[in-house]
């Protein structure tokens, strides 16, 4: 799976100590189809040069389309490929979404505003490749960050998860009992089953670790001579 940062700190301000940690593209096989269409409008008229020149003036208006859509299709698909993108840097989440040269929306979304990730591999071809979508949902489900044919997206969700656990671990104050309590009432209803969620998946690993400990047995004392 490769990653790349290249083309998006043009449409992105990142905020004081924020770093880009993951941009996740299209897999590219998914393009398959568009790239025979354009290779037929690049080449085809090649192998068909000479019957095509016999036609004359019509033939060389055919050449020259079949090569002027061919570059327009490759342009827009690179174009398109280098800025539709999911951006998760290490406080937040940025979808960019590029449909051809003219109309870019971006959407974002602060881990602490984040509800629930998860990701679909659905269909025999996404199976066998592993590829899928990723979707990150925000508050009551009134915002939804997606990205389609994302290569490896298990390993896309877990990184999200990975530094979702670590933004809230920031948010949890390292004091008192009584600050913690105060700590607890200032926080929303979805922050809250954050806190929850990860204090029991935290003690599912300290338990599953207790459980892999090996048992010792009781040394036998010695008898008195």
């Not at 992105?12 to 993951?22: P, S, W």
């Not at 990205?147 to 990975?162: G, L, N």
Request: charge should be positive.
């Amino acid at each position: 799976m490769v990653f790349t940062f290249m083309a998006v700190d043009n449409y992105i301000q990142l905020n004081d100590h924020e770093k880009i940690v993951l941009v996740v593209r299209r897999y590219p096989l998914t393009y398959a189809g568009v790239l025979i269409g354009i290779g037929l409008l690049l080449l085809g008229p090649f192998f068909l040069l000479i019957p095509l020149l016999k036609l004359g003036l019509f033939g060389k208006i055919i050449i020259g389309t079949s090569l002027a859509f061919g570059v327009f299709y490759a342009s827009r698909l690179w174009f398109v490929r280098q800025r539709d993108c999911l951006i998760i840097t290490s406080h937040r989440v940025i979808d960019i979404h590029q449909q051809g040269f003219t109309q870019r929306t971006i959407s974002e979304a602060a881990y602490e505003r984040i509800s629930d990730v998860s990701h679909v591999v659905r269909g025999a071809m996404r199976i066998l490749f592993n590829y899928g979508t990723i979707r990150v949902t925000c508050g009551d489900g009134s915002v939804v960050l997606t990205m389609d044919q994302v290569k490896d997206p298990k390993a896309v969700h877990h990184t999200i998860s990975e530094i979702m656990g670590r933004s809230l671990r920031g948010m949890m104050p390292r004091h008192g009992a009584v600050d913690l309590e105060q700590e607890l009432e200032k926080m929303s209803e979805v922050e809250l089953q954050r806190v929850a969620q990860q204090i029991i998946d935290r003690l599912g690993a300290v338990g599953a670790a207790r459980r892999e400990e090996p048992v010792s047995k009781p040394r036998k004392l010695r008898a008195r001579e």
